[in-house]
Structure formats: structure tokens, C-alpha cells
T-cell receptor, first 119, second 112 residues
Framework: NAGVMQNPRHLVRRRGQEARLRCSPM?????VYWYRQLPEEGLKFMVY????????ESGMPKERFSAEFPKEGPSILRIQQVVRGDSAAYFC?????????????????FGPGTRLLVL | QKEVEQNSGPLSVPEGAIASLNCTYS??????FFWYRQYSGKSPELIMS????GDKEDGRFTAQLNKASQYVSLLIRDSQPSDSATYLC????????????FGQGTTLQVKP
């Protein structure tokens, strides 16, 4: 049973370019979460999505960042006009359902992450 | 104010000893708690989840939850060098609408 898949695993961008990070949830999971981990810091929630819906984007920076989870295909985290401060590990996690599904259904499993380096 | 707090460590224990990792949280609406292990340069790996007051055991790991004290802990028995990693405590559910709030993590070093 394949786990959460993320690509690319490493991404190098120059300042001002766009970064697109992709995440395919585990089979049977319909909920996707994105987290960012800055060097020597903890994991910070960014956004929570279901198919074609953004459920909670309270952790997303107000500008340059967007996320989607289309009906078909992976979830995408998009960072426009990257700056050096965007350099971090971006992790995607998935769960079978959200909190309404009862204990265990919201357990999140993480992908391998995308390490973004902005030069 | 941080919502989930952990002592960053490092916590150093000898091989075979019990490692005790602690976490406190501020949101009384949190219903579920998780412990993840993260090796350097890797992604978080789920170790335990706990939803009810009391203890939950899985192999060498025991999670403890005390909602009245807003306290979560993880005990690792018979610690092995391979347990050396950063342990992340996370709270979720209810008012957090599905997202997890992570602590800073505690670095555990198990010395042979």
C-alpha cells in the first residue's frame, strides 16, 4: 500500500521564480494537509484541503502562496516569486477523513517532503 | 503564546533505560494527541495516538494523557540507539478543525 507521495523531493529555485510542490495522498485518503518546517524549527500548519475544497488555510502566508486539491490529480502547493525565506522542508500529510470521522480517522501520515532551496 | 510546548532537550539516556518525553498544551478543545518521531533530514513518522485519559501501550512505547492537567507524555522502555531522534508532540481535533499543532520537538539521544 503506497504511502503519501511527494515530488519533487528536492527543488532549487532562484529568487522570483515559481515553485510547485505536488502531493498524492495515501490510497483511500481524501484529506490533505500541508506543513512547513523551517531550519531548526518545528512543523507549522499551512493548509487543509479536501477534494476541490479548502477547509482551513489559516496557516498560509497572505501573499504568494496558494494550494489546491483538484478532483483529479495530486494536491499542489504553489509559491510564486519565491524569496530566500521560503527555503524550508514542505511536508504533505493525508488522513482518511477529518475530525468528523471519529477517533483515528483524522490520523495524519506524512510524505517524505520536498526540500526547497531558494538561491 | 505557544499552543503545544515541549522541552527541546537534548534528553540523554543510556541504552536500556526508560526515556520520558513530556508535552503540555493550552487548547482545552483538543481531543486527539499524537507522537511522531523524526530522524534528521527525514519526515515525521507516527508512533502513537491517544484520545482518552490514561495510558496507551504499544510495544516499548506508552503514551499518557491527562486532560485535566493538559499534559501528554511518551515513555520509551528499553531505549535503543536507534531511538535517537526528535520526538514531536501534536494536538488536534475540535477547535483545531483537523490541523495538527506541533510542539518544537524533543531531541532524544540514547547512548550505547
Amino acid at each position: 500500500n503506497a504511502g503519501v507521495m511527494q515530488n519533487p523531493r528536492h527543488l532549487v529555485r532562484r529568487r522570483g521564480q515559481e515553485a510547485r510542490l505536488r502531493c498524492s495522498p495515501m490510497k483511500g485518503h481524501s484529506h490533505v494537509y500541508w506543513y512547513r518546517q523551517l531550519p531548526e524549527e518545528g512543523l507549522k500548519f499551512m493548509v487543509y484541503l479536501q477534494k476541490e475544497n479548502i477547509i482551513d488555510e489559516s496557516g498560509m502566508p497572505k501573499e504568494r502562496f496558494s494550494a489546491e486539491f483538484p478532483k483529479e490529480g495530486p494536491s499542489i502547493l504553489r509559491i510564486q516569486q519565491v524569496v530566500r525565506g521560503d527555503s524550508a522542508a514542505y511536508f504533505c500529510a493525508s488522513s482518511p477523513s477529518g475530525t468528523s470521522g471519529g477517533p483515528g480517522q483524522e490520523t495524519q501520515y506524512f510524505g517524505p517532503g520536498t526540500r526547497l532551496l531558494v538561491l | 503564546q505557544k499552543e503545544v510546548e515541549q522541552n527541546s532537550g537534548p534528553l540523554s539516556v543510556p541504552e536500556g533505560a526508560i526515556a520520558s518525553l513530556n508535552c503540555t498544551y493550552s487548547d482545552r478543545g483538543s481531543q486527539s494527541f499524537f507522537w511522531y518521531r523524526q530522524y534528521s533530514g527525514k519526515s515525521p513518522e507516527l508512533i502513537m495516538s491517544i484520545y482518552s485519559n490514561g495510558d496507551k501501550e504499544d510495544g516499548r512505547f506508552t503514551a499518557q494523557l491527562n486532560k485535566a492537567s493538559q499534559y501528554v507524555s511518551l515513555l520509551i522502555r528499553d531505549s535503543q540507539p536507534s531511538d535517537s531522534a526528535t520526538y514531536l508532540c501534536a494536538g488536534g481535533g475540535a477547535s483545531n478543525t483537523g490541523k495538527l499543532i506541533f510542539g518544537q520537538g524533543t531531541t532524544l539521544q540514547v547512548k550505547p
